[in-house]
Structure formats: C-alpha cells, structure tokens
C-alpha cells in the first residue's frame, strides 16, 4: 500500500530556502488532501550570553518575560502574512492549514518535539547551502532532523 499523508509539519526561518520548501508542502497538501501545519523556532539565548549576565537572573529573567510575549505576537503575525502572502492566488490551499505556530527553543528539538504531538506523517524543510567543510563540521538542523525523526523527511533544497 502506498503511503498517504494527513498532517504535514512544515519547518520555516523566513529564508528563500524555507519559502521553497512551503511551496512543495503546499502542492503535497494538495496531493493527498493533507493538513499543513507551519512552524517557526525563535533560537534561545545563547549560553555565552547567559554566563555574561550571572548574578543578574533577576534581570534576566526580568527582560525574557518583558520581550517575549511581543516577539511572539510579532512573528505570529509574521507567519501568517506569510501565509496569506504566499497563497494569495490559492485560497483553496489557504484552507488546508490547521495552524502556524512559533516556539522558543532549540530548533531541531522544536521540529522533533512537534513532530511526535502531531503524530506528523511527514516533515518538510528547506536545506541551507553551505560549504563541504562547513557543513562537515557544524552540520545543519535539517541533517539532525533527518537523523532523529519517526517520520519521513523532505528536505528541499534551493534550485540552481
């Protein structure tokens, strides 16, 4: 039997490369009748910066809870222009997306996390080009996605 998808977790960072992965997402919706679900990931507070301000958790903690409720809504509400934006001329697609939703954290976790609440049949995103050298060292979320997660992984790369 040949498999079929009904929730398609969709991963973006507002780069050119994620809005090509949205538009693969969206023609696979079509193909299968399938529910998108959007995602961004707002990375957390680097922990050289965190170190720097020890003794001020306080202040800290303090500014985080002051800012991020605001950049929340705005990202949100980024993502759902997006959408909008996007399929404009498609409003039939426009009803296939259960949500958009942003969260904080570490990216590949975010995407693995709500991947398995979902019970996502597939996740699609977009790669990043980067160098041999670069890429060997660092990696790159979609590679760790594609190595954790339950479920099949579509990475689209940018055309040339």
């Known amino acids: 039997m040949l498999p079929t998808y009904q929730n398609i977790l969709v991963a973006i ?3 050119e490369n994620s809005d090509h992965a949205f538009k693969h ?28 301000m020890l003794g001020q958790e306080k202040k800290l903690d303090s ?3 002051q800012h991020e409720q605001d950049a929340l809504a705005k990202i949100q509400e980024q ?22 939703r942003v969260f904080i954290g570490n990216t590949m976790l975010e995407i693995l996390g709500r991947s398995d609440q979902l019970n996502a049949d597939v996740i699609v995103m977009g790669t990043h080009s980067k160098g041999v050298l670069e ?19 579509f990475t689209i790369p940018l055309p040339s």
Do not use: N, W
């Open 13 to 15: 960072d507002f780069t």
């Open 25 to 52: 997402a969206v023609l696979l919706a079509r193909l299968h009748d399938a529910k998108i679900h959007l995602m961004h990931v707002i990375q957390q507070i680097d922990m050289p910066y965190m170190s720097s």
């Open 63 to 65: 500014l985080r809870k």
């Open 79 to 100: 993502l759902d222009k997006f959408v909008k934006t996007e399929l404009a001329d498609y409003p039939e697609d426009q009803q296939r997306f259960a949500e958009t």
């Open 135 to 153: 890429h060997a060292f660092l990696g790159s979320v979609a590679e760790k996605v594609l190595q954790r997660a339950k479920c099949p992984v």
